[in-house]
């Protein structure tokens, strides 16, 4: 067995003291594992980026480095799925729902095999990485495979429960993740349901719906809306296929206006199966989807991104005061 990396590579305790979701991923697999589960996981050359160190050091025979070889850990996670075991795979989101489309929808989706995929760093996170990191495509791509569940979980506690619940779900998953520094959304570990969204305000005037990323400044945009004396609902919809149906026709029926929030193209995300589901029962509710708007994204800081996208709770905000200022 070759020598284990230094704790030091990468000044990995150093990124660990400023990004302490990087653990929500290891943890909730050693829990598994601690509970008899066989699970295993392995990574593209990211084992830092994702967090998984922490995995592979208490656990290195469940462990694999497969290297920049994405498309063949995607192969090989399908093959340990057939003999029992429970595998997990991460690499950055833009490689995995692109690069292995064609090995998800082969070899994990069409033979139905319990694999979970993670895709971190999704959205714009990466910044200075450029188009080529950024995946604001991988929503539409993923939820239009069949068989393939599509969840966004919105902070690392959601995570943890999101991972408990998928323990024997039946069904490949993709799990669209961030890069570890998330806003912390729940303080305490909730049970998740798959496929169910989560309800946190009802409003009359204006429901707005998020997915993963943008639950966090949505949600504050959402009370400082309230706090102006709007009547503002919010939906957390981590669970993007099989979308919670029931949640949005209820919003629908509550509030005239619908926004939905994403960090994603606008066009077949989270905006998109909500559009399917309004559509589909003929309901007259205004929508707009909110996102990065069919374009290659910019290149800069994320956070400055998200700004210039209005992707954070002060542009959010903004995008919903005008939607309820033109009454449209």
């Not at 004396?229 to 099989?242: E, I, N, Q, R």
């Not at 309004?278 to 400055?304: C, F, M, N, Q, W």
């Amino acid at each position: 067995m070759s020598k284990p990396l230094s704790d030091k590579s990468w000044q990995y305790r150093q990124l660990n003291a400023v990004t302490p979701g990087l653990d929500a991923l290891s943890d909730a697999l050693i829990e598994l594992v601690a509970a008899g589960e066989p699970i295993v996981a392995g990574t593209a050359d990211l084992q830092y980026s994702n967090g998984l160190a922490k995995f592979h050091a208490l656990h290195p025979d469940r462990f694999i480095q497969f290297g920049i070889s994405e498309q063949n850990m995607v192969s090989a996670a399908a093959g340990m799925a057939a003999v029992g075991m429970k595998p997990y795979v991460a690499t950055f989101a833009s490689f995995l729902a692109l690069l292995c489309c064609e090995q998800i929808r082969m070899d994990v989706a069409y033979s139905k095999l319990p694999v979970r995929l993670i895709g971190h760093h999704a959205g714009i996170s990466l910044g200075f990485y450029g188009t080529s990191h950024h995946a604001t495509e991988d929503l539409a791509i993923m939820r239009s495979i069949a068989n393939l569940t599509v969840i966004a979980p919105a902070d690392g506690n959601q995570l943890k429960e999101v991972i408990k619940a998928a323990n024997d779900y039946p069904h490949p998953i993709y799990m669209r993740i961030q890069r570890g520094r998330d806003p912390e959304v729940y303080a305490n570990r909730q049970p998740f349901t798959i496929g169910k969204a989560i309800s946190h305000y009802s409003g009359t005037d204006l429901t707005i719906i998020a997915t993963g990323s943008t639950v966090h400044p949505a949600l504050e945009a959402t009370r400082a809306l309230r706090a102006a004396g709007a009547s503002v609902g919010f939906l957390d919809m981590a669970t993007v296929k099989p979308i919670d149906r029931d949640a949005i026709l209820e919003a629908a029926a509550q509030s005239p206006r619908i926004l939905t929030i994403e960090e994603h193209n606008v066009l077949g995300g989270l905006g998109g199966a909500v559009a399917e589901v309004l559509a589909s029962e003929g309901l007259a509710v205004k929508l707009t989807r909110h996102g990065i708007y069919d374009e290659y994204s910019l290149i800069a800081p994320p956070t400055h991104l998200y700004a210039h996208y209005e992707l954070d709770a002060k542009g959010i905000e903004a995008r919903a005061t005008r939607l309820l200022d033109r009454n449209v």
